[in-house]
């Protein structure tokens, strides 16, 4: 009974690391997207548009990572590197551009883009991290909330 009042779930520091390296990672994506900002407010503003939503919603899951760890802050984060990857992708690869970005077009050696591109890679693997940390409790609660096995009586032999 008294084993286990001192013990600390394995995974729970791992989680809090995890939890501040990816409220770092969004907020250096945040960052990064400040720093491009101001050459995506010209005459094509859907991308600036974009740059202000990846901004915002960076800052907001990074917060609420900060505050409590739960799957769908997980996904959220997720989400926002998958979103900010892909619009990488689609300003790059579409002959024609993406939200009419033009000039971005095969521009794929981009140094803040390359810096995106590794931040979001992060918060993708800490994303990953973070479920199979969050597996790991559940099994061991899984394994602790099983009924003993069945012993056999004892008997009192005559002697």
């Known amino acids: 009974m008294f084993a286990r009042l001192g013990q600390s779930p394995p995974a729970q520091g791992a989680d809090v690391i995890a939890r501040a390296m990816g409220a770092l990672a969004l907020i250096a994506l945040a960052v990064i997207h400040v720093v491009d900002l101001p050459g995506t ?10 740059y202000l939503g990846i901004i915002a919603a960076a800052l907001g899951v990074s917060g609420v990572l900060i505050a409590r760890s739960h799957w769908l802050v997980w996904a959220a984060a997720g989400a926002v590197a998958v979103s900010a990857m892909g619009g990488y992708v689609l300003t790059r690869a ?10 971005d077009v095969g521009n794929w050696r981009c140094p803040l883009g390359i810096a995106a ?30 009924p003993a096995a069945r ?7 005559p002697g």
């Open 117 to 146: 591109l590794s931040v979001e890679t992060l918060i993708i693997l800490l994303v990953v991290l973070a479920a199979w940390l969050g597996r790991v409790p559940a099994a061991s609660v899984a394994a602790e909330s099983r």
């Open 41 to 50: 407010l010209g005459p094509d503003r859907l991308v600036g548009i974009g």
């Open 151 to 157: 012993r056999a009586p004892e008997y009192s032999r």
């Open 94 to 103: 579409l002959p024609g551009g993406f939200l009419g970005d033009h000039g």
